[in-house]
């Protein structure tokens, strides 16, 4: 039972890990381009730019199931 919940634990760390480093570059940028650049767009924060990182994932995934006629 320990051993279920170290490996849950763990898959979470991992997933906060991978979620930071995915994020982080999308915040950079768009706090340090978008910002000063466009008017009325604010900063925003890591949760947000992970949000942002995922729409994305979920627009242009490259996964798609085509059909074949």
């Known amino acids: 039972m ?7 634990i763990f898959a979470l760390a991992v997933f906060v ?4 480093i995915l994020a982080w ?8 381009c978008l910002v000063d650049a466009v008017a009325g767009v604010r900063e925003i924060t ?10 994305f994932g979920m627009l242009f995934n490259k996964n798609s ?4 006629d």
């Open 2 to 8: 320990k051993k279920d919940w170290a490996a849950v």
């Open 17 to 20: 890990v991978i979620s930071v």
């Open 46 to 55: 890591w949760l947000q730019a992970w949000g942002i990182n995922f729409l």
């Open 25 to 32: 570059p999308v915040m950079m940028l768009w706090n340090g």
């Open 65 to 68: 199931v085509k059909i074949k």
